[in-house]
């Protein structure tokens, strides 16, 4: 059974850069047909999609963020990383990876636990 | 862009039967899936391409969907059910989930 575990600094300054780690239990980040992606959500809020990456390292991300978002993989380490540039107050949110199953109409599971970023100086 | 419309809250009796609904233009011709959300916890499937239960979920959950609505029903519904409640389509076209504002179920 995939476990996924979300791990990040919790603060970051802003203009600064974000980084988060997804590390990916009971499952391998270098092989299958599904691929690993990162969603947020803000405190209250909605499920904002940020990006994906397949097993074959090609990446999609949300258009909004797409100038400031890298997702990569590591899979010696079987983990999947965020890198999210130029970070002001609107990045804060609760972030999670989840696998995606890639099927023309694509869901999400499992989900992380999450890691909490706030945003401030 | 595509838009799914979900209405903020619903609230039931348990033991009572829960609809929460999910919107969209023609959302029939897609599949939708469901995300059952705990306070203080991550997003967890419930229901993917319309009716199809995840393993574990109990048999009070079920979907449908036709026409301009997806539907996501709780029969008997408990105190465990209460949750925020998300749908979730694949955008074809950008290539990317678009989600519903979420519905939050309260168990009076």
């Known amino acids: 059974q995939v476990q996924l575990q979300e791990s990040g600094p919790g603060l970051v300054k802003p203009s600064q850069t974000l980084s988060l780690i997804c590390a990916v239990f009971?499952?391998?980040?270098?092989?299958?047909?599904?691929?690993w992606t990162w969603i947020r959500q803000p405190a209250g809020k909605g499920l904002e999609w940020i990006g994906r990456?397949?097993?074959?390292?090609?990446?999609n991300y949300n258009p909004s963020l797409k100038s400031r978002v890298t997702i990569s993989v590591d899979t010696s380490k079987n983990q999947v990383s965020l890198r999210l540039t130029s970070v002001t107050a609107a990045d804060s949110a609760m972030y999670y990876c989840?696998?995606?199953?890639?099927?023309?109409?694509?869901?999400?599971?499992?989900w992380g636990q999450g890691t909490l970023v706030t945003v401030s100086s | 862009s595509y838009v799914l419309t979900q209405p903020p809250s619903v609230s039931v009796a348990p033991g009572s039967t829960a609809r929460i609904t999910c919107g969209g233009n023609?959302?029939?011709?897609?599949?939708v899936h469901w995300y059952q959300q705990k306070p203080g916890q991550a997003p967890v499937l419930v229901i993917y391409?319309?009716?199809d239960r995840r393993s574990g979920v109990p048999e009070r959950f079920s979907g449908s969907n036709s026409a301009n609505t997806a539907t996501l029903t709780v029969s008997r519904v408990e105190a465990v059910d209460e949750a925020d409640y998300y749908c979730?389509?694949?955008?074809?076209?950008?290539?990317?989930?678009?989600f519903g504002g979420g519905t939050r179920l309260t168990v009076l």
């Open positions: 391409y319309d009716r």
């Open positions: 990456i397949y097993t074959t390292g090609s990446t």
């Open positions: 979730q389509v694949w955008d074809i076209f950008g290539d990317h989930p678009v």
């Open positions: 009971g499952g391998s980040t270098s092989s299958g047909s599904h691929y």
């Open positions: 023609n959302i029939g011709s897609r599949s």
């Open positions: 989840a696998r995606g199953y890639s099927s023309g109409e694509d869901w999400f599971d499992p």
